[in-house]
């Protein structure tokens, strides 16, 4: 029989391409990973791993086995949370991952609900962007993603369920003192010869498509995911932005001047979850309060 804790040995040996390696990040022996690599091998009939001198790496039945073993683990999360819940055991646990924007303004809001009105589910929070966050997600370690897309609905979250949450408008950010400051709205097009400070990966790659667009290519001349550093440097006189309006409203902007941008720019915030997992009482709670949170 493949038991869980077998799975989760795999799939830390197959992410971590060793067994000494994945003995660290599971907080055992080297040799418990092994004897439990041995058991899973026996139980499923087949070489899951092929050793070559320092080198390890999955057989073909090992990869079928780990492709499998996210959803089989989350699938037993799900039922445990789902059987305590109705056992009145009044507990959950939820491991939130979101953007930083969404950490300073959505989540604050929404977990503080969460707590008055369940206060035995535990909730944890840690930050990444988009797409990492939803890779967390799918590799089982997080169950809710706040995250976040540009141009609408596409592919990439077709096997997560989607609770859509905001659109959020981006906005140009320049110096006070910028000959457009006083300007209610700007073309993207009217800052071709400005230098620009750039915010993520995601952000950057949004910035620059956005200004192809215009007939130009942006001029980066910092980058940084940090957004009250992005302002910093607007407010300095070292270039200009465009920022979600989101990230705007977790920070001081004192010493610049924001502009409706033309054409409009806007990205949706959404929460994701696995199929399994948005059937887990606390998972579905935590869904409720960030939407409602989006809603204030």
Excluded: N
């Amino acid at each position: 029989m493949i038991e869980p804790r077998h799975l989760r040995v795999l799939r830390a040996v197959s992410a971590t391409g060793s067994f000494s390696a994945a003995a660290r990040e599971l907080g055992c022996t080297q040799p418990a990973v092994s004897q439990q690599m041995k058991a899973l091998e026996s139980a499923a009939g087949t070489p899951l791993i092929v050793r070559a001198g320092r080198e390890m790496r999955l057989t073909q039945a090992g990869e079928v086995l780990v492709r499998h073993a996210t959803g089989i683990l989350a699938g037993l999360t799900a039922a445990e949370e789902e059987i305590a819940a109705i056992a009145g055991l009044r507990a959950g646990r939820v491991r939130l991952v979101s953007f930083p924007s969404g950490s300073s303004t959505l989540v604050p809001s929404a977990l503080a609900a969460l707590r008055a009105a369940h206060p035995g589910t535990r909730v944890s929070l840690v930050e990444a962007e988009p797409p990492s966050s939803a890779e967390m997600l799918r590799a089982g370690e997080c169950d809710v993603a706040l995250a976040f897309r540009y141009g609408g609905p596409g592919e990439e979250w077709d096997d997560l369920v989607e609770r859509p949450l905001l659109t959020d408008r981006l906005v140009g950010v320049v110096p006070e003192g910028h000959r457009l400051a006083r300007a209610e709205s700007v073309s993207i097009a009217e800052l071709a010869e400005e230098a620009w400070i750039a915010g993520c990966p995601r952000c950057r790659t949004q910035l620059v498509e956005a200004c192809g667009a215009a007939g130009f290519s942006p001029r980066i001349d910092f980058a940084t995911d940090d957004y009250p550093a992005v302002i910093g440097l607007v407010a300095a006189g070292l270039g200009v932005a465009v920022l979600p309006e989101l990230a705007l409203a977790s920070a001081r902007v004192d010493g610049v001047r924001t502009l409706r941008v033309a054409p409009a720019v806007r990205r949706e915030i959404v929460a994701l979850t696995l199929p399994d997992l948005a059937q887990v009482p606390a998972v579905a709670a935590t869904l409720d309060e960030l939407e409602r949170a989006a809603e204030r």
